[in-house]
């Protein structure tokens, strides 16, 4: 089994989303082969230990202790299996998270596809707050559908229930949230729309997502030391924006590093009348170890 490195978890502070722009909806055509669920990660909790996984899809299934009718509290635990070895990590939620591309025909189930659009457009309209105009949605059903199609959306989530409003999904899932990964060349990859639904608030299914979008990267850009990743951080200019001070903080953290600024405006002049005011967007890259 190949080595891993150890992933290192911090602490944040609950956030709903991690506003990544994204705003090149472009997809080249070479994206299209991600749709073959190169890797299946299901978590659950709070932290999901990666020390054991392949970096050939494996799968992580967990197993919960508790019985408290979903929130497992004080010192309960979950049980992770991986390959046959198991591990106690800490756990808010008896729930099995799954995060995949999932197939290109998830894009034709509209309960599906309208559900994460609720949810990115949801928490961007948060999180943004302030830096675009008040009725600005930061995707729509049709280009969510397209990333779907393409493959290049990673979707977490869990079996649909008739108490999700999802219930009358054809997939039989109901997302949780999403973060895509855009290939710019053949070691390098954009992250963007990385959103997770209100529900999610302090699971810590955002650092799943990202370490699951990371460890796709290493596995199909060359490998570590070699694969690199980049994101965008949209930053108003006239204002300080708290949420996007504690995103820098944590990209920081994560080992990124800002290697440019750009004013948005100039970059997407057709989305400068929604600005409410001066804005950048901050560039960071990171070389996976």
């Known amino acids: 089994m190949q080595n891993v490195s150890k992933v290192t978890h911090f602490r944040i502070p609950p ?3 991690f506003s990544i722009p994204f705003y090149r909806h472009q997809i080249p055509n070479d994206l ?7 890797h299946r990660l299901t978590a659950a909790g ?14 992580i299934m967990t197993q919960h202790d508790g019985s408290n009718g979903g929130a497992v509290s004080g010192s309960a635990r ?6 046959g070895m198991a591990e106690n990590v800490p756990t808010k939620k008896r729930q099995n998270v799954t995060i995949e591309f999932p197939p290109a025909s998830v894009a034709d189930d509209e309960a599906f596809t309208a559900a994460l659009t609720d949810i990115i457009n949801a928490a961007y309209t948060e999180t943004e707050a302030g830096i675009f105009k008040p009725g600005y949605l930061r995707t729509s059903a049709n280009d969510v559908a397209e990333f779907l199609k393409a493959g290049s959306l990673a979707v977490a989530s869990i079996p649909a229930t008739t108490s999700d409003a999802t219930s009358n999904t054809t997939s039989g ?8 990964i855009k290939r710019l060349s053949k ?4 992250l963007g729309l990385f959103a997770v ?8 299914l955002g650092r799943d997502l990202m370490t699951w979008a990371e460890r796709w990267c290493s596995d199909n850009l060359g490998g570590p030391g070699v694969a690199v990743v980049q994101l965008d951080l949209l930053v108003p200019t006239h204002f300080d924006h708290l949420f996007k001070k504690r995103l820098d903080v944590w990209y920081t953290r994560l080992g990124y590093k800002v290697v440019g600024r750009r004013d948005f405006a100039l970059d997407y002049p057709n989305l400068a009348p929604q600005l409410a005011g001066p804005t950048e967007y901050r560039m960071y890259e990171k070389t996976l170890a």
């Open 32 to 38: 299209s082969r991600l749709s073959g669920n190169p």
């Open 197 to 204: 639904a209100m529900s999610q608030r302090g699971s810590g």
């Open 173 to 180: 899932r109901t997302p949780l949230g999403c973060i895509s």
């Open 46 to 59: 709070r932290h999901v230990n990666l020390r054991h996984l392949s970096s050939k899809g494996n799968t």
């Open 187 to 190: 070691n390098r990859a954009e």
């Open 78 to 83: 979950v049980t992770t299996s991986i390959n």
């Open 15 to 17: 956030i709903r989303c």
